[in-house]
């Protein structure tokens, strides 16, 4: 994990569970992708510090881990010790196939066998297909995972810092386009969140990962704020930091656009730029400069710098991103992004 906020999160225990409309988005172990609208209460997160109760406005993403099914457990173990003793490839492979129709609650049997020295012996060396390593990468394949599956449930925080522990929930609940889905918690891989606001006054805090958050990233590069405006409602986006562009010759660049070569002494402005790095209305972006539009689905790039103030032209969620129209996720730094309604 990243970042762990206990003392931030210590206030959270005592909030009372509210339950808010959310935007979400479900990735499936099968590869499917789920989209629609859910109503979500404030997540009781079981950790090993204690019991949180966190806002689910401040969640911006869920990992959901695989949690160790004591059923399927103690015949996992059994598979496990005849595949790391057995020189028999009948024996092997019966045991092999066995092991791959428990699926992903064998997972964490298998982690944990792996961590325990005693049940690796040295003096064992089996050399054919039916090996522990190979039906664990065969379980994952099958269930599209492609990395270290987590063993709990990892939850993302203003779209930055991660704790995990158990989040305690059987469904999701989702009204699609297509009707509505009761989706087990068993089949899904991560959960993608935002909470809908009301379009009233306030200020919220965003960070742009520069690895993640780029406008030409089409698996997730914009930043979903939550933040609904209404047509005619002003709004304000003010930003800084800094980032180095991999995709650029590692060039560095500001909010504004600002940028400097690789070795280069200062920041060169970009053409256009005002002194104070203020836009008072959005136009065509240059390369690291902070980005917006209104509304998941358009497609105008509207740039925003490192200081704007506007009006809406139209309905919708606030989306902001870095500009540039290459992705690649060497970049490094970040950009802290602040949006504020009704200024």
Sequence with gaps: MKNFLFVFLIGFAISVTAQKQADVSLELLDGNIIKGTSMVNDVELITSYGKLIIPVAKISHIDVGIRKDNGVSEKAKSYLKILSTSNSDETRKATYN??????IKAIPVINEFYNDPKNISEEFAYTGEYTIDNALSEIKTANNLSHEAPMEDILTLDNNYTIGG????????IKTDYGNLSVPKEKIKSIDVSVVSEGGKGEFSFKLLASKNISGNTNGGWLKTGITVKSGQRFTITANGEVTLSSLSNSKYKP?????????AEFTKPYGASDDGEYS????????????????????????????????KTSGVIMIAIYET?????????????VALGK
């Design 326 to 338: 290459v992705y690649n996720a060497s970049n490094k730094g970040a950009y802290n992004v602040k």
């Design 166 to 173: 158990n989040y305690n929930f059987s469904k999701m609940d």
């Design 98 to 103: 066995d092991l791959i129709k428990l699926g």
């Design 256 to 264: 504004d656009g600002s940028s400097k070569a690789e070795g280069a």
């Design 281 to 312: 209305s959005g136009g065509y972006p240059t390369y690291g400069q902070v980005v917006y539009k209104i509304g998941e689905s358009s497609t105008e790039t509207l740039k925003a710098g490192a200081k704007f103030s506007g009006t809406a």
